[in-house]
Each structure stands twice: as C-alpha cells, then as structure tokens.
T-cell receptor, first 113, second 113 residues
Framework: SAVISQKPSRDICQRGTSLTIQCQVDSQVTMMFWYRQQPGQSLTLIATANQGSEATYESGFVIDKFPISRPNLTFSTLTVSNMSPEDSSIYLC??????????FGPGTRLTVT | ELKVEQNPLFLSMQEGKNYTIYCNYSTTSDRLYWYRQDPGKSLESLFVLLSNGAVKQEGRLMASLDTKARLSTLHITAAVHDLSATYFCAVDYWNNAGNMLTFGGGTRLMVKP
C-alpha cells in the first residue's frame, strides 16, 4: 500500500481565482491519478499524470482548466483555474496499478463562492 | 466506453438483515474493486477481484465476480450500524494512458438499529 497526503485538505475560494492542490506519496510510483467527486456523486477521472510526460486528460477535462504537474515520482499538483461554483467538489489523487487497485489520498474539499 | 452501474443507489436496512449490492459493467474486464467511503472521508479499499469466480470475504461482507455475466456482487450478512457508508465498485480497463478505473455510481447504505 501507499501513504498519500494532500494539501490543502479544504479551501473556500472566490470565483475567478485558481487553487493548486498538492499530492505527495511516500514511495515512487509510475502513475498518479486525479479525480473529481461532486457533491453526492461518484468519482470521475480528470487525468492521469505520468512523470516526464504530459498528463492525459479524460473527455470533458482540458489542460487550460486543470493544469497538472508531475515533477518527480512522488509528487504531483492539480490546479483548478478560473474557478466557478460548479467546481465545488472533492478532488482526490490516487496511485496504483492494475491488479492491485488504487490507493486514494484524503481529498481536498473545495468550495467556490 | 465502459459503463458501470450499481444498484441500488440507496439502501436502508435494519440491523441483522442480509442484502446484496449489484455492480454491472458493459465491456470485458476481469479486474474489479470494491471501495468504502464514509461521509467526509476518502476511499478505503475493501476487495480486489482479479478473475472469474473470485470470491473474497471480510467480516460481514463478501464480494464475488462473474466476468462472463459482467457482474459483481457485494453481499452483506447480518448488517450492523458500523457498515453504514457509501460503497463503490470500480472496473479496471486499458486506454492509451494505461490502466484506468471507472467507478459505479455508488450505493449509499444506511443500517438502522
């Protein structure tokens, strides 16, 4: 298993601003994932972040809105840009591999006013 | 596109009763995971099912996988209040970025004393 931490744990932000969420893992991992969980909903994959390459975004998510960095094998950031109230969600990072599953960070609860 | 459907989405049951949560998925996969999420918390891995006919049990929960029917079940035996949570199944699939998970909609379980 992996121990994952996220910062901040929660934030309240103004419309039009940006927030960068950090994800730190206690061991080196190849693939890191970013998910969004809207209130009362399931998880939706935003993008996959691999070290040394551009993030791969899922349908409906674009780099201009959700830029991702992956500078090394234990760290990644997700920025939520030009926020609107519709971006209010829990953002989770995870790591894992097929056959083992994914381990999730504690999440960042974002409220946009 | 892989679709994962859970039912029921909401389940209220009495302590001591048995019930089954169903997870159907639309394309071939032989890897399925069950997670638990408590309110305001992240996801906790419950079961990893890696082959047709796989059965895993932990306490009052038992999960199984039928890859031919594209169906997994999570059976609850003699429910207790501590099992109250939201349960998600997630199916493993491959795309250009690697192995991904698609989540079901979640089953919110409430066990009443």
């Amino acid at each position: 298993s992996a121990v994952i931490s996220q910062k901040p744990s929660r934030d309240i932000c103004q419309r039009g601003t940006s927030l960068t969420i950090q994800c730190q893992v206690d061991s080196q991992v190849t693939m890191m994932f970013w998910y969004r969980q809207q209130p009362g909903q399931s998880l939706t994959l935003i993008a996959t972040a691999n070290q040394g390459s551009e993030a791969t975004y899922e349908s409906g998510f674009v780099i201009d809105k959700f830029p991702i960095s992956r500078p090394n094998l234990t760290f990644s950031t997700l920025t939520v840009s030009n926020m609107s109230p519709e971006d209010s969600s829990i953002y989770l990072c995870s790591v894992g591999t097929s056959g083992i599953g994914q381990y999730f960070g504690p999440g960042t609860r974002l409220t946009v006013t | 596109e892989l679709k994962v459907e859970q039912n029921p989405l909401f389940l209220s049951m009495q302590e001591g009763k048995n019930y089954t949560i169903y997870c159907n998925y639309s394309t071939t996969s032989d890897r399925l995971y069950w997670y638990r999420q408590d309110p305001g918390k992240s996801l906790e891995s419950l079961f990893v099912l890696l082959s047709n006919g796989a059965v895993k049990q932990e306490g009052r929960l038992m999960a199984s996988l039928d890859t031919k029917a594209r169906l997994s079940t999570l059976h609850i035996t003699a429910a207790v209040h501590d099992l109250s949570a939201t349960y998600f199944c997630a199916v493993d699939y491959w795309n250009n970025a690697g192995n991904m998970l698609t989540f079901g909609g979640g089953t919110r379980l409430m066990v009443k004393p």
